[in-house]
């Protein structure tokens, strides 16, 4: 059984079942480390992923579902070499501890500012309200999106 | 920060009472001088540092990093010494095959012992490389300058560090004789240079363990006992063994797993597995309702940790007494505990986010019946673990499905219910405390306290404290519980309040033998009984119609305390006696970090929603006397993710149990503070916890002793 999806622009065949949750497929057959395994059970968040835009959870969501979808993740956004306004920030004000939630985190954020792009702190909170981190870097990850909008507002104007 | 304070002094006083807690060394019987810090134990200066060809130079360490930033800070210790620039220096941690024994990367020491050890050992080879330029340049050692890795003889010549890395022989004892820079010389430490881990970490490097992928890698997954101790009767083997992408079962004793080609089979071929396994007996486990009565109940080894008589309790002295309750608190890391192992030519290779990497090997040797030599543990980050959870078992998980197929690695993940059911918990705790106050002073402060153990890790030497190790067919013994010693102390660190007080007595009613499998979460005993003493300091000022700051300055006469004190005081405008309005408060807490280390004080806010009973912390503030600081936005960040942790634990958490089992198994039977409730964090401390008791005390007048479900 195989099922055809795009990932960050690439499309492949991968040899998994159709119920085969998303975050394994990227993990192991696109090789891609951003989205993490926490829960399994779409509470935490850590392997969120963008499907056409949307945040969704890749560990609840079976590959069948989004073969004809878009999918992003964190390598999409950016990387070492151009970093994504939102990954800048997070290295400005070094927003992780451990990091990782931080996939989750930045994912999350993405979505948010693609719909509202001037946030205020009591909207990153709720849009990251289902994000949960243990580090207690809470307050950096808030400032680090509040300071991603800024400097996407500068860079729009 | 508050006036970070560079004074090595402070910083040698600490180093002091390390040395007094290892002083029984036989070292000392050989005559052999005691060396600072990790020296002691790893005395070869090549045991440390490289100096390479190209200029750089690959720095080892015992030490882990956790999300605690210390590879960066270490990193700005050896090139502040060296002086390189940060980017030539190379971190390698955690090897049993190439880097130094350092023990486990917990109680706080890193910086103290292998800090401590580079930043002598670099001052050393950077003298070494001084005089072998000197006789190169035809100059004087002290003529030559040396900046970026280059040295310069007055006449403008110049060697690089590369040029001389071949002469530089660094096999042999360090002589710990060179003296290193003093603080005035600083250039690198002392800075907030960026975390070298970040940076990958936001772009989807390869930052972890789970992120390693080896060629050919299987996956495996394990069924845990549904109690302590039960028994594996009988499995359905071939409702298993027939499903896709199966390549084998392990089954020895009651230790079940299964390897499987993809990893989303091993998930659905585990189901499948649990299903199917019939298990007897096991430990019955407590009632949630019933922790502390349980507590009080149980077999105890009792100590005095500390005690003074003094003059008799006057008869006009005000009486308090209260009692605390801590619950069974998970570390509840975001990501579960993962490791990859490999089985070639009868050695075991482990990856693993082990805090010990060699104490993790004398386990997983005893547990595999091999050499340790036979077995080389690699460390890899994880996600936070803030002490001991699942990362040291899953290791053995590993081990023992790789050896099943020899020349093949395989990479295990708990599931999310396996960490929160089968990681070891912090310990419950029960407090007791009663004191009297006469004349605004304390004169009497009897102190008991009811804790399992806090330190069960790998390495100790009757058996292992590796969990599948006590369920295979030939068991290895689980180790006689011990408590960590004080000054630091287990169960029992921070239970002697630093507040002088004439007469006193601290009991530590240490439970060996507990229901629950327990072990270290950071500041093991220290949040509970800090909670304790910082309630009870405020009953007593209360009873004493004092100021909760004026009663503890009045009882502090250590200036470093006393400062932290004063200038929370000052940060946030606290004024004398105030109270809450009956919805908002604030509350004050002080502690020295194992009553040696950091200075810590901070002042919570407290909002109190009369209908719900909810209490919420909206902002907490910190000021930290940390001594010598190698990075200050580390320590900022680790004060703030120590005070957000804490309102959780505080505010939020409690592993809940029935007699079937742990009822803690995801995110929602064990919530955390999420986005929305995390406190604003002013300014940092340390490793200790927003102080919500006495806040709630002050802002609705009932006493917080134990939360409330």
């Known amino acids: 059984m195989a099922t055809n999806l795009t990932v960050n622009g690439v499309s492949r065949s991968v040899p998994a079942e159709p119920d085969a949750p998303l975050l394994y497929v990227l993990r192991n057959d696109f090789e891609l480390n951003g989205a993490k395994f926490g829960c399994g059970l779409a509470q935490c968040g850590a392997c969120t992923v963008l499907v056409d835009g949307k945040a969704v959870r890749s560990c609840v969501t079976p590959i069948s579902t989004v073969a004809r979808s878009e999918i992003t993740t964190i390598e999409g956004l950016g990387s070492l070499s151009k970093l994504h306004p939102l990954q800048q920030a997070f290295i400005d004000e070094q927003a992780t501890q451990c990091g990782y939630c931080i996939n989750g985190m930045i994912m999350s954020a993405k979505e948010l500012l693609d719909r509202n792009p001037r946030p205020s702190e009591q909207d990153v909170r709720a849009a990251l309200a289902g994000n949960l981190c243990r580090c207690g870097t809470h307050h950096r990850i808030i400032r680090a999106v509040l300071r991603a909008a800024q400097a996407s507002g500068r860079t729009r104007t | ?709």
């Open chain 2, 1 to 709: 920060m508050n006036g970070p304070a560079f004074d090595r002094r402070e910083f040698a006083i600490g180093l002091g009472a390390i040395v007094v807690a290892f002083s029984l060394d036989p070292r000392l019987a050989r005559g052999q001088e005691r060396l600072p810090g990790s020296l002691e134990n790893n005395r070869r200066l090549d045991a440390w540092i490289r100096i390479n060809a190209e200029g750089t130079a690959t720095i080892f360490t015992g030490k882990v990093e956790l999300g605690q930033g210390i590879l960066t800070a270490l990193a700005q210790i050896a090139a502040e010494e060296l002086d390189l620039p940060l980017s030539r220096i190379e971190m390698i941690s955690g090897d049993t095959g190439r880097t130094p024994n350092e023990g486990h990367t917990d109680g706080s020491r890193s910086i103290e012992n292998s800090g401590t050890a580079l930043r002598m050992a670099a001052a050393e080879v950077r003298a070494m490389l001084i005089d072998l330029a000197a006789k190169r340049l035809g100059a004087t050692a002290d003529q030559l300058t040396v900046a970026g890795g280059v040295i310069a003889a007055p006449d403008g010549r110049t060697v690089g560090y590369g040029g001389l890395a071949p002469a530089v022989d660094l096999r042999r004892e360090t002589t710990a004789k060179v003296v290193p820079k003093t603080t005035s010389q600083y250039k690198l430490v002392g800075q907030s240079v960026q975390r070298l881990d970040i940076p990958a970490k936001v772009t989807g490097g390869a930052a972890y363990v789970q992120d390693i992928r080896l060629p050919g890698m299987l996956h495996g997954r394990v069924v845990h006992p549904p109690r302590s101790g039960a028994k594996l009767e009988s499995i359905d083997e071939a409702a298993v063994k027939t499903m896709p992408g199966v390549v084998g079962l392990v089954r020895d004793g009651s230790f079940l797993g299964v390897i499987t080609e993809r990893e989303e089979q091993a998930i659905k071929a585990r189901a499948a597995l649990s299903g199917g396994a019939r298990w007897s007996g096991g430990t019955e486990l407590p009632n949630t309702d019933t922790i502390y009565e349980q507590l009080l109940s149980l077999r105890t080894v009792d100590t005095i940790a500390s005690e003074k008589q003094g003059s008799v309790r006057p008869s006009r002295a005000h009486l308090v007494e209260a009692t605390y309750r801590k619950p069974y608190l998970a570390h509840a890391s975001i990501g579960p505990s993962c490791a990859l192992a490999e089985f070639r030519d009868g050695k075991f290779t482990v990856w693993s986010h082990t805090q010990g990497v060699f104490p993790l090997r004398q386990d997983l040797a005893k547990s595999l019946q091999v050499e340790p030599v036979a077995i080389r543990c690699i460390f890899a980050e994880g996600a936070g673990c803030y002490g001991r959870n699942g990362h040291d078992d899953v290791a053995l998980d590993a081990a023992l499905l790789a050896r099943a197929v020899p020349g093949r690695s395989v990479r295990v993940q708990w599931m999310r219910d396996d960490e929160f059911a089968w990681e070891p918990y912090g310990s419950a705790m029960v407090m007791k405390a009663q004191g009297a106050v006469a004349d605004g002073r304390i004169v009497d402060w009897q102190y008991e306290l009811w804790s399992g153990p806090h330190g069960v890790r790998p390495g100790a030497p009757d058996g292992s404290n590796l969990f599948a190790s006590w369920n295979l067919a030939q068991p290895q013994k689980r180790p006689l519980a011990r408590n960590i010693p004080l000054p630091a102390g287990g169960s029992d660190r921070n239970a002697i309040p630093s507040y002088d007080v004439s007469s006193y007595k601290i009991v530590n009613h240490f439970i060996p033998e507990m229901p629950v499998w327990v072990s270290s979460l950071r500041t093991l005993g220290a949040y509970a009984n800090v909670f304790a003493v910082e309630c009870f300091m405020d009953e007593l000022a209360s009873a004493a119609g004092a100021d909760p700051v004026a009663f503890r300055l009045a009882h502090l006469s250590d200036p470093r305390a006393r400062a932290v004190i004063e200038a929370i005081a000052r940060k946030v405008g606290w004024t004398n006696s105030e109270m809450g309005d009956g919805v908002r408060g604030r509350g004050i807490g002080f502690a020295r970090y194992k009553s040696l280390a950091s200075y810590v004080a901070v002042v919570a806010e407290v909002e109190v929603d009369h209908g719900s009973g909810m209490v919420r912390v909206p902002r907490a503030t910190a000021v930290v006397d940390a001594g010598l600081i190698i990075n200050p936005d580390g320590l900022i960040n680790q004060i703030e993710g120590g005070i957000i942790q804490s309102v959780s634990w505080t505010l939020k958490e409690e592993v809940r149990f029935e007699q079937g089992g742990v009822l803690a198994r995801d995110w929602a039977s064990y919530p955390i503070l999420t986005m929305r409730e995390a406190p604003i964090v002013d300014q940092p401390s340390k490793r200790t916890f927003a102080r919500c008791g006495r806040s709630v005390a002050g802002t609705c007048g009932r006493r917080c002793r134990q939360r409330d479900r």
